[in-house]
């Protein structure tokens, strides 16, 4: 049974940073995609950023690209979201989600592609 746990949301000035976590379990994530997205109030879940496990290859979501960073600790079966010059619309509930992955990297940017969801930390930005 695959086990995704966010943690490291919590509330932060314009400009500042956080780093999220998603400790994975369950399987080996060898052959996996884990997605970061996030959803803010009455809106829609959106893509954020994805890592291949097995290459390190990365994508992200274009507003992001600059200032988020998505890495894989294989020794702790964790992937983070480095997030820096944050900014109010980036407030939201930020999801890790997983799938066993084979396909390019580029076309796991919708949420109905994966199986496997994390519970969801919060963050939030103030101005």
């Known amino acids: 049974q695959v086990q995704l746990v966010e943690s490291g949301g919590g509330l932060v000035q314009a400009a500042g940073s956080l780093r999220l976590s998603c400790a994975a379990s369950g399987r080996t994530f060898t052959n996996y995609v884990i997605g970061w997205f996030r959803q803010a109030p009455g809106k829609e879940r959106e893509f954020v950023a994805a890592?291949?496990?097995?290459?390190?290859?990365?994508y992200y979501e274009d507003s992001v690209k600059d200032r988020f960073t998505i890495s894989r600790d294989n020794a702790k079966n964790t992937v983070y979201l480095q997030m820096n010059s944050l900014k109010p619309e980036d407030t939201a509930v930020y999801y890790c989600?997983?799938?066993?992955?084979?396909?390019?990297?580029?076309?796991?940017?919708?949420?109905?592609?994966?199986?496997?969801w994390g519970q969801g930390t919060q963050v939030t930005v103030s101005s």
């Open positions: 989600a997983a799938k066993v992955a084979k396909a390019s990297l580029s076309t796991y940017y919708t949420a109905g592609r994966y199986d496997y």
């Open positions: 890592i291949r496990w097995n290459s390190g290859s990365t």
